[in-house]
């Protein structure tokens, strides 16, 4: 059975970074995307970021990129976020899904999902 869970989340200030961790069990080794997802109240759920954790390739949101940076490192995936703006205030999820994703920062191409950690950037 496949679990996600991050950690890591906090508060900053703008232009502060953080760091969200998320811990995969389940899953087989290097078979798989890992997508980081944010939620913000009142607003549709968000791609950030994505990795194919086979090929290494990764994908960001336009919002994001040169700001965060997505990395896995033997089933460790983290989510290196800098520059953060208040606009980057929201709940971050990480979620797991198959190799044959056709858009990797789409939520609905993912199956497993873990429980958010909060990100709040104050101005």
């Known amino acids: 059975q496949v679990q996600l869970v991050e950690s890591g989340g906090g508060s900053v200030q703008a232009g502060g970074s953080l760091r969200l961790s998320c811990a995969a069990s389940g899953v087989t080794r290097y078979n798989y995307y890992i997508g980081w997802f944010r939620q913000a109240p009142g607003k549709e759920r968000q791609g950030v970021a994505a990795?194919?954790?086979?090929?290494?390739t990764t994908y960001y949101a336009d919002s994001v990129k040169g700001r965060f940076t997505i990395s896995q490192d033997n089933a460790k995936n983290t989510l290196y976020l800098n520059s953060l703006k208040p606009e980057d205030t929201a709940m971050y999820y990480c979620?797991?899904?198959?190799?044959?994703?056709?858009?990797?920062?789409?939520?609905?191409?993912?199956?497993?999902w873990g429980q958010g950690t909060q990100v709040t950037v104050s101005s």
């Open positions: 990795i194919n954790t086979s090929s290494r």
């Open positions: 979620a797991a899904g198959p190799l044959w994703i056709a858009s990797p920062l789409l939520s609905d191409e993912y199956t497993y």
